[in-house]
């Protein structure tokens, strides 16, 4: 089994805002398309500095991380992101990784998406059991 991508498309969430608010235009709403790790061992959105800045995300805290290792790291946060695969959006804050780190999608934006992971296809998809939209459980 190997690793698992995903085109996600990230965009920032303030500018959405400000677009729906009419204080910008559509066209100016920060985005872009990025292939991401699944990382269902992660459970955050972790995105590079390079997407940070490209999307001029604003820094929100600090906070620690503990690592694959068992070290632990601080992390700024920035946000918030929305998220994008297919018919699928959430919207999230993000932890940020030096330089051009390889961004992670976590568990938790996983979920709120309602999308599968396919390990023997080696994909992401669309939940089959909900393809129009998303469903979460509340239990």
Known sequence: MGLIYAEIELVNAGD??????????????????????????????????????????????????????????????????????????????????QGDTEPLLGSIPLEDMDVVILPLREEMVVNPDHPYYAQMKLK
Do not use: W
Request: charged share 30%; with cysteine.
């Open 16 to 97: 959405v805002e400000l677009a729906r608010r009419h204080f910008i235009g559509e066209e100016e709403v920060k985005h872009m398309t990025v292939k991401m790790l699944v990382d269902t061992g992660a459970y955050n959105l972790c995105i590079n500095e390079n997407i940070q800045e490209q999307l001029e995300l604003p820094f929100i805290e600090k906070r620690k991380a503990q690592m694959a290792d068992g070290s632990i790291q601080e992390f700024d946060i920035v946000g918030p992101v929305v998220v994008k695969f297919k018919n699928r959006r959430t919207v999230c804050n993000a932890m940020l990784l």
